[in-house]
């Protein structure tokens, strides 16, 4: 069997995942619809087909992981997106959370600082049913000055501080979710900026990311 056949046993499986990310307290129906349209198993090595569709995270190439779906469901349900929203994502990693956010309408344009990452953006499964999705090699704390500014920011790993350079990019209105390093946990924050620049900020629940670095690695 190929490791891209989506059968009725995965399709049994994911939506089993998006009824405990309801009780979990996933609101958003646009969320879990979008979850329930994407095979995760895709995303993971073949080895991982018996349990992808378990809500926590795995291991990827170069020591990153892909994200626990109730984690990549948080994180989209705070961004409140609209349709046509233009999304800054750092942290393409396994490109699961990115594709959540295109397969909601946005249009994504996704850093990876991992060179062997982003190279297997070029080989994507989807790459061509989601035109909407644009994949960067970069320093995430730069972002896309040239492609801005976003209406949403959405950082998926864990950042020291608020970027600032993000901030920047942001649209007065926009959004920005992040976690923020407290200790051995980070928590998530919710930044929205004002028309007057200036930034409010709502404080969520404590997670685990992988640290957010500078540079590129190639």
């Known amino acids: 069997m190929s490791k891209f056949e989506d059968t009725y046993r995965h399709k ?9 990310l309801r009780e979990k307290g996933i609101t958003d129906e646009r969320v879990l619809q979008a979850m329930n ?12 087909d018996e349990i992808a569709y378990e809500d926590r995270a795995f291991p990827i190439q170069e020591g990153q992981t892909i994200s626990q779906p109730y984690t990549v469901a948080y994180q989209t349900q705070l961004l409140q997106l609209a349709p046509y929203n233009k999304v800054l994502e ?20 996704t850093i990876e600082r991992q060179k062997k990452l982003f190279e297997q953006s070029k080989k994507f499964v989807f790459r061509d049913k989601y ?7 970069g320093d995430g704390y730069e972002g896309l000055p040239t492609f801005g500014p976003f209406d949403k920011v959405i950082i998926t790993a864990a950042a020291p501080f608020i ?12 959004k920005m979710v992040v976690p923020v390093t ?7 924050l919710r930044i929205t900026k004002m028309a007057d620049g200036t930034c409010t900020q709502e404080a969520f629940d404590n997670f685990s990311f992988v640290p957010m ?3 590129k690695n190639d």
């Open 163 to 174: 970027p600032p350079k993000l901030v920047e990019q942001l649209k007065p209105g926009g």
């Open 213 to 215: 670095l500078t540079g």
């Open 182 to 188: 407290e200790g051995e946990l980070q928590r998530m």
């Open 12 to 20: 049994g499986l994911r939506k089993k995942l998006i009824d405990l």
């Open 37 to 48: 349209a994407i095979p995760r198993h895709f995303f993971l090595d073949s080895a991982f």
């Open 131 to 137: 035109p909407n999705l644009k994949f960067f090699y």
């Open 90 to 109: 750092i942290g393409t990693g396994s490109i699961y959370q990115a594709t959540v956010l295109a397969e909601m309408g946005a249009t994504v344009y």
